[in-house]
């Protein structure tokens, strides 16, 4: 008897052994924890990303790719992590990203998750800066703030709630 896909596995349960074999225990090596190579310990950060249903549940087979400018405000760094298959945080280490031309410091986030049939993209904003000049925060008008960490003793903490009503802002790209 063959069994069916359900439209709720759309990403798989495949999507970690492709993605991120280590969290299927293919691989010993973490694929994207650590973003730029080595990153000085006085210029490190952390950011823990932690996405949430819309009953407020951790999405734990949630894929969470960031990308970020270099310290210096130019593209090119990137990092890949899946959820914690019990806790649904993901964590990363890297330099706090530059300003790049116009726009205040920020990270681009890509989740794709069980029952995400297309990638959702958004952005992290970081407390500490003038977020309200960057012209794409602008965008997000009252919702604004859906895209702001929140800073913590260790680094940068931030929810991304997919439904409800405080639902981060997504960008239709």
Same mark, same amino acid.
């Given at each position: 008897m063959a069994l069916k896909e359900s439209p709720s596995q759309t990403a798989g349960p495949y999507v970690h052994i492709g993605c991120t074999p280590q969290t299927a225990g293919l691989e010993q090596r973490s694929m994207g924890a650590q /973003?730029?190579?080595?990153?000085? !310990?006085e210029e490190a950060i952390t950011l823990d990303i932690t996405v949430l249903d819309g009953a407020g549940d951790p $999405? #734990?087979? *949630? /894929?969470?790719?960031?990308? !970020?400018? %270099?310290?210096?405000? #130019? *593209? +090119?760094h990137w990092g890949r992590q899946a959820a914690d298959l019990e806790t649904g945080l993901a964590h990363f280490t890297a330099c706090k990203p530059g300003a790049a031309e116009g726009q205040t410091p920020h990270i681009l986030v890509w989740i794709v998750a069980r029952g995400i049939n297309l990638g959702l993209t958004t952005r992290v904003y970081f407390p500490d800066e003038n977020n309200t000049s960057d012209p $794409?925060? %602008? /965008? *997000? +008008?009252?919702?604004?703030? &859906?895209?702001v960490a929140? #800073? &913590?003793n260790a %680094?940068? *903490?931030? $929810?991304i709630h997919l439904q409800g009503p405080e639902e981060t802002v997504f960008f239709d790209v």
């Amino acid at each position: 008897m063959a069994l069916k896909e359900s439209p709720s596995q759309t990403a798989g349960p495949y999507v970690h052994i492709g993605c991120t074999p280590q969290t299927a225990g293919l691989e010993q090596r973490s694929m994207g924890a650590q /973003l730029g190579g080595e990153v000085a !310990q006085e210029e490190a950060i952390t950011l823990d990303i932690t996405v949430l249903d819309g009953a407020g549940d951790p $999405v #734990r087979d *949630a /894929l969470i790719e960031i990308w !970020q400018a %270099g310290s210096e405000g #130019r *593209a +090119g760094h990137w990092g890949r992590q899946a959820a914690d298959l019990e806790t649904g945080l993901a964590h990363f280490t890297a330099c706090k990203p530059g300003a790049a031309e116009g726009q205040t410091p920020h990270i681009l986030v890509w989740i794709v998750a069980r029952g995400i049939n297309l990638g959702l993209t958004t952005r992290v904003y970081f407390p500490d800066e003038n977020n309200t000049s960057d012209p $794409v925060f %602008g /965008l *997000a +008008g009252d919702r604004a703030e &859906t895209m702001v960490a929140e #800073r &913590t003793n260790a %680094g940068y *903490a931030h $929810v991304i709630h997919l439904q409800g009503p405080e639902e981060t802002v997504f960008f239709d790209v």
